[in-house]
């Protein structure tokens, strides 16, 4: 017997342990102190009411005979196929319903794609990233390289000629710094994968923070795009259902490689190897695309991208260098006083009890850069940003 011994090269995940540990002690020493957490990734406020009837809805269906579901299409009942591709029309995306699979959330298949990869294949990824990019290619032994993301260029690296990989990531509006790459961007993306035979797996978590017609909210929305890239999409910040989980990825039946339809691949790795979201969670998930569903979860996003200009106004108010903010909840800062991200870590804590996340934990190019979310409550976000102004 052999374990997978790609196990022994992930670095420990110290990130959030590591803020654990440095609240739970600072609240011991000081518990009259009003801690306000900016650094967290989840959503605060609850459903959106249509969703919850419509749960509440397929949960009474699942008590009665007639209409009880047992084990349901791995890849998604057809009437949430059919409400997400009518949503991707409001882009002026035209997609089949069979190209999209219904999943328990963005994450899953992100990890769960390279299955239909071979080992072998060179990956390219942005450096600051999102960690589950580079945990599940160095459990699978690949071969990982980064994309040099900056202050320079935005936190928007572009492709490079020079550069052979197999497979890209991009994640746009990004996490951890907010950025989004317009669509001239894209396509030279789209450009580079199709001449060197790679494919794009696109995150697009975040796209219902896009407020501007200019900027994709799709790879798709770009020409070439379903002959090189797969797309991933999450209810979870879109809905709030990070703890509800549910997802859905688009891959196009035009991607092939090596003679071979990436499609029909996945089609097979999902029937084999996943068995579905439960329906109950795919009815809440239809009723997001309702006329009401609609609504009421944009009011949600404008909440949230309320408290994300009100962190950047903040910034900009204090002279200090930041991406993100006005089409992503996440707000990524330049350390002040040449501050490493660490340091400026325990210095908002200590100083203004005020929590966010080091840039250092999102990879080699985010130390001395700071992640804010505008997740929060309204008047702690408030709170904490007139503490921020008499600090600095």
């Known amino acids: 017997m052999n374990i997978n011994k790609n196990y022994l090269n992930l670095e420990d995940s110290y990130l959030f342990s590591t803020i654990a540990k440095k609240v739970n002690y600072f609240i011991k020493e000081n518990p009259d102190k009003d801690i306000i957490r900016l650094g967290i990734g989840d959503v605060t406020l609850p459903l959106a009411p249509v969703i919850v009837e419509a749960i509440k809805k397929a949960a009474d269906e699942m008590g009665v005979q007639a209409t009880f579901k047992g084990y349901g299409p791995e890849q998604g009942y057809e009437f949430l196929k059919e409400a997400i591709k009518k949503y991707y029309l409001t882009k002026s995306v035209n997609?089949?319903?069979d190209e999209i699979f219904i999943s328990d959330g963005a994450k899953s298949d992100l990890g769960n794609i390279l299955d239909i990869f071979g080992p072998d294949n060179t990956v390219l990824i942005p450096d600051p990233v999102y960690p589950v990019y580079v945990d599940t290619n160095v459990m699978a032994g690949r071969k990982i390289i980064f994309a040099d993301a900056n202050e320079s260029n935005g936190f928007l690296p572009l492709p490079d000629s020079n550069i052979q990989c197999d497979i890209i990531y991009i994640c746009s509006p990004n996490n951890p710094t907010g950025a989004v790459y317009s669509k001239e961007a894209l396509k030279?993306?789209?450009?580079?994968?199709?001449?060197?035979?790679?494919?794009?797996?696109?995150?697009?978590?975040?796209?219902?923070?896009?407020?501007?017609?200019?900027?994709?909210?799709?790879?798709?929305?770009?020409?070439?795009?379903?002959?090189?890239?797969?797309?991933?999409?999450?209810?979870?910040?879109?809905?709030?259902?990070?703890?509800?989980?549910?997802?859905?990825?688009?891959?196009?039946?035009?991607?092939?490689?090596?003679?071979?339809?990436?499609?029909?691949?996945?089609?097979?790795?999902?029937?084999?190897?996943?068995?579905?979201?439960p329906y109950i969670v795919q009815r809440g998930a239809e009723a997001v695309f309702s006329e009401l569903g609609q609504k009421q979860i944009k009011e949600n996003i404008a909440y949230y991208s309320e408290n994300a200009k009100i962190i950047a106004d903040t910034m900009d108010k204090k002279g200090i260098w930041y991406t993100g903010g006005k089409h992503s909840p996440y707000i990524w800062l330049k350390c002040p006083n040449n501050m490493t991200s660490w340091d400026f870590f325990d210095y908002l804590l200590n100083n203004i009890a005020v929590v966010g996340t080091p840039g250092a934990g999102f990879g080699r190019n985010g130390e001395g850069y700071f992640r804010l979310t505008s997740f929060g409550n309204r008047e702690k976000t408030i709170e904490a940003m007139n503490r921020f102004s008499k600090l600095f």
Not at 192 to 220: G, H, R, T, W
Not at 238 to 255: D, E, H, M, N
């Open 188 to 277: 030279k993306w789209i450009d580079y994968a199709i001449k060197n035979d790679a494919v794009i797996l696109y995150d697009a978590a975040y796209e219902c923070f896009i407020k501007s017609q200019e900027l994709p909210s799709s790879i798709f929305q770009i020409e070439g795009a379903k002959k090189c890239a797969i797309e991933f999409c999450s209810f979870s910040k879109t809905a709030g259902f990070t703890g509800t989980r549910c997802g859905y990825t688009v891959v196009p039946k035009a991607l092939e490689r090596q003679g071979a339809s990436l499609h029909k691949f996945w089609l097979r790795r999902q029937t084999t190897k996943f068995n579905g979201v």
């Open 95 to 97: 997609i089949d319903s």
